[in-house]
């Protein structure tokens, strides 16, 4: 190994979502196979990476503040610490930020990740090291402190969806092969993971461009045999991924988490049809039902928009209707933004930023009455909670498998006889039957019961 006092130290920003933090985690892996620290806090590093999002303008802004903030670092200023910045602003505004932010050191797009080190290695005035030229294959990031990691399946999109920029800066769907994933995965479980959560743009097409076609299916057949004490989790899948061999499987596998994330996006035919999506409340709501029958005791959560040009009272009222009737466990909600480059942005109708903001507040408010009373249906069961930390005053709280880290509640475990849940023998990665006592909003309240 290069003497990484020599080599330099790295600090890494990320923001976004969960796949730049595998991202990052694949740059630091390669960074520390060349030697590299990859540890230091940004006030303390030879270099900061900040690892950009830009999916919608808000988080464009969110990456852009950090990279600013970053440039006024004491030794950024000084000269002694270089800023690089990577990810989706670069992939999709290219040569553009170089001239807005002339204070940056190099740009690394996410198509160019895994030349990294080149790239830091130029930066710093290093010469190239025999290890850790490249990214060797995507990884996993297990979340220091937690027993989850995140393994990302495929990268890229081929939807189009109208409003979306994934395609522009991610490029074409890809999935990763099999070997691939299951090399990821035993490293994450090796590394003390109790949980997988499978990740992607779109989880459900995973398998249709490699030889035999593999499906999403087969991936958790394979995962839930070879690792039976890891349970898996996945994310993103569209309506049309959820078949009637994933729902079997998923009833079938005890180590398989019955959770699925189904971005419906709207209930309206017509204005589906103008994001480039197919569907409609009826073939959704059939959907949900399927996935029931299949799975009772399954959470949903799906992703929901408002405000989309050409949006009426009477899609929105019908939007409502659909969240009432729908029941799930949870509905990440969102406004529409207008996007550059987009074919969205050249559509007719676009609404008023505040009417957008009220009626996002109004379906929040409903779907957060809907959700609590689907949650609250869950006390007097028992669920199987994986346990994540311990709070200050002792309370032991983690994760049933109803619930995905960062975007679901979490679940407190007390003892029964009103003891002090730090006198709970109980440790971070533990698996362990609860029965839910208690339901507060998105969050549960349970005790330790005998497996």
Same mark, same amino acid.
């Given at each position: ?7 330099? +130290? ?12 595998? %991202?990052? +985690? ?47 670092? $004491?030794?950024?200023? %000084? ?29 690394? +797009? ?36 937690? $027993? ?99 729902? %079997? ?87 529409? +933004? ?76 007390? $003892? ?36």
């Amino acid at each position: 190994m290069v003497d990484e006092a020599r080599r330099g +130290s790295i600090a890494f920003v990320t923001m976004g979502c969960a796949k730049n933090e595998v %991202d990052t +985690s694949d740059m630091a892996r390669a960074l520390e196979e060349a030697g590299y620290a990859c540890d230091a806090a940004p006030i303390e590093a030879d270099v900061v990476i900040i690892n950009t999002c830009s999916f919608i303008q808000a988080a464009t802004e969110e990456s852009i503040d950090a990279v600013l903030e970053a440039c006024e670092l $004491p030794r950024v200023k %000084d000269g002694s610490c270089s800023v690089v910045v990577a990810g989706c602003m670069p992939a999709r505004y290219g040569r553009d930020l170089e001239c807005e932010l002339p204070e940056v050191a190099a740009f690394v +797009s996410c198509h160019d990740e895994e030349g990294i080190v080149a790239r830091v290695n130029a930066v710093l005035g290093n010469e190239q090291s025999e290890v850790g030229a490249a990214l060797v294959s995507p990884s996993h990031n297990r979340i220091e402190g937690e $027993p989850f990691a995140y393994v990302k399946i495929s990268d890229g999109c081929d939807r189009f969806c109208s409003y979306c920029t994934i395609p522009l800066i991610r490029g074409r769907y890809h999935s990763f092969p099999l070997d691939q994933i299951m090399e990821d995965t035993r490293r994450a479980v090796d590394a003390g993971a109790r949980e997988i959560v499978l990740i992607a743009q779109d989880t459900g097409r995973w398998g249709s461009d490699l030889p035999d076609a593999p499906d999403l299916a087969f991936l958790l057949e394979s995962l839930a045999g070879k690792f039976p004490h890891a349970r898996f989790r996945v994310m993103y899948i569209q309506p049309e991924g959820v078949t009637e061999r994933l729902l %079997d499987t998923m009833a079938r596998y005890d180590n398989l988490c019955e959770y699925l994330d189904i971005p419906f996006q709207h209930s309206s035919p017509t204005l589906l049809h103008a994001m480039n999506r197919k569907g409609s409340a009826e073939e959704y709501l059939s959907l949900i039902e399927r996935i029931r029958k299949t799975m009772p005791e399954v959470a949903l959560r799906t992703t929901l928009m408002v405000g989309f040009p050409g949006e009426t009272e009477e899609d929105f009222d019908d939007l409502k209707d659909f969240v009432e009737e729908a029941a799930l466990d949870y509905v990440g909600l969102f406004a529409y +933004s207008r996007e550059e480059g987009t074919r969205a942005d050249k559509l007719a109708g676009h609404i008023d930023e505040n009417v957008k903001a009220d009626r996002l507040q109004e379906l929040r408010d409903l779907a957060d009455a809907i959700s609590s009373g689907v949650i609250a249906k869950r006390v007097g069961s028992v669920q199987s909670l994986l346990v994540c930390g311990q709070e200050e005053d002792g309370q032991w709280y983690g994760r049933t498998a109803s619930q995905a880290p960062d975007v679901d509640g979490i679940t407190f475990a007390s $003892p029964e006889d009103g003891a002090d849940s730090a006198s709970l023998s109980l440790s971070v990665g533990d698996i362990i039957p609860v029965k839910i006592d208690d339901a507060l909003l998105y969050d549960m309240e349970g005790h330790p019961v005998d497996g």
